[in-house]
């Protein structure tokens, strides 16, 4: 198939890219470069510019005859989207409205979406299931669920199929270390850890030391980048027989922030500061995904479910490309 990946020069984006190729497809990347890096497209065509432009995207589909979207364009800061829900708005819902509208105006039906378990909140269940209430508290996670509601209603109207993957923590570097995280500013744990690791920041903070959890820090899920890529791809395969597709993407295991922590140590072979201090507001005990009905109905399984295997991923990519991909 020839597939529009849109974000493809991001971190998850990179990763699918390469997934798609080394499936026999044909990606082509759209990416406008703001967050993502040239260097991380490889093996794909890469078209710069921007999917919120209509005429702009409707060519772009057109002239490559793609089949199918996925989407990974998305600004994806929680911190930010508080600070500007405009920019996330804009982003994340009207433009990947405009996505939509190009979508029908090239008769391309299938589409991907990179969501995200942010659209269920503080949830009282743990695992998290897909049927939970979505109760968003942030920006971020409200414009993704509303990306996912107008593609459901879209899908009535009989001109879309789409799967909407609900991501935890994705993490680790895909494809022997070659595509990794390199965000700027990165918000995210390991790679935050890996910098500290590295000498790159002075120390690395626990927030909340008190949770009711075994070591009092709190427990997330995360799930290697190639085994995300890899539920896309089935995803992408199932929407040949069906409409409307939603999962859960994580391990089901958690891992506390000390155990992180402890393991980048182990792998790096090196020292850090760690410094504890107060819980963030708005930050849960335990985020753990329910991924069986993905399990059931997709037939994924993870590859790389262990803590210690994302992270070697991980400092690999960090050490191999101190400074992040070459511009």
């Known amino acids: 198939m020839n597939i529009l990946v849109c974000g493809g020069a991001g971190y998850i984006g990179s990763n699918m890219t390469e997934t798609l190729a080394r499936a026999g497809h044909h990606p082509v990347v759209l990416d406008n470069l703001s967050k993502g890096h040239r260097a991380a497209v490889r093996n794909a065509e890469f078209v710069q510019g921007d999917f919120g432009n209509l005429e702009f995207t409707v060519e772009v589909l057109k002239k490559h005859r793609i089949e199918a979207v996925m989407h990974f364009a998305a600004f994806i800061e929680v911190g930010e989207s508080v600070e500007a829900p405009l920019r996330y708005y804009d982003n994340n819902v009207s433009r990947t409205r405009t996505l939509l509208e190009a979508m029908e105006k090239a008769g391309v039906e299938k589409f991907v979406f990179s969501s995200t378990a942010a659209v269920y909140g503080m949830p009282r269940t743990i695992p998290i299931p897909e049927d939970l209430p979505k109760d ?16 459901h209603f879209q899908c009535q109207t009989g001109r879309l199929r789409y799967a909407a993957l609900r991501y935890f923590n994705a993490c680790g570097a895909g494809f022997d270390a070659q595509f990794g995280e390199d965000h700027r500013p990165e918000s995210h744990l390991i790679p935050l850890i890996i910098q500290a690791a590295m000498g790159k920041r002075p120390s690395i903070k626990i927030y909340g030391t008190d949770y009711p959890t075994p070591d009092g820090t709190c427990i997330r899920d995360y799930i290697h980048v190639e085994d995300l890529c890899s539920a896309h791809l089935l995803a992408l395969e199932r929407l040949a027989d069906q409409r409307e597709l939603v999962y859960n993407l994580g391990n089901g295991t958690g891992y506390s922030v000390r155990q992180v922590i402890d393991t980048v140590r182990r792998v790096s072979g090196r020292s850090f500061r760690v410094e504890e201090t107060s819980r963030r507001p708005g930050d849960p005990p335990v985020l753990t995904a329910d991924a069986s009905r993905a399990i059931r109905e997709l037939g994924w399984k993870t590859r790389y479910p262990d803590l210690e295997t994302i992270v070697e991923s991980a400092w690999k990519f960090h050490t191999a490309h101190p400074n992040g991909y070459e511009s």
Not at 136 to 151: D, F, H, L, Q, S
């Open 136 to 151: 968003p508290i942030n920006p971020y996670g409200e414009t993704k669920w509303a990306v996912e509601r107008m593609c």
